[in-house]
């Protein structure tokens, strides 16, 4: 095997693995993002419930206030989710790219291993 090859292999493999774990990072803050905005959309949910039953709650505004509350975090959650999302693109076209020239890499080296034991087993019948 070429030393060349098995070092961009192992170079492009690297590269990967750093792509992957960025965008592993990526992956965990959306879904967080979204388990977040989910569990708002519950409480809305379970809060017209509530208030349904509780007409005292109405009466003293704390419905409007909690509505008020909720759709201001729900506002800021959708655009942190927006702003990472936007990061997220970038991350994956370098992800997609390090993963071609992975492959690339690793056929290369493959490639050069069977060129060498041809010349190698060659040799050996001259």
Do not use: C, I
Not at 45 to 50: E, G, K, L, N
Not at 94 to 111: S, T, V
Not at 113 to 125: F, I, L, P, V, Y
């Amino acid at each position: 095997m070429s030393g060349r090859h098995a070092d961009l292999a192992r170079l492009t493999g690297m590269v990967y693995r750093l792509r992957q774990s960025e965008m592993q990072a990526l992956r965990a803050e959306e879904q967080k993002l979204r388990a977040a905005l989910a569990e708002m959309d519950e409480s809305r949910r379970a809060s017209a419930r509530t208030n349904h039953d509780r007409p005292e709650r109405r009466a003293s505004g704390a419905d409007v206030a909690w509505q008020a509350w909720l759709d201001a975090r729900q506002r800021t959650l959708n655009m942190e989710l927006a702003r990472l999302l936007a990061r997220k693109e970038p991350v994956e076209h370098r992800l997609r790219q390090a993963f071609g020239r992975d492959r690339a890499a690793r056929e290369l080296e493959k490639r050069a291993g069977k060129t060498a034991r041809a010349r190698h087993s060659g040799q050996e019948w001259q």
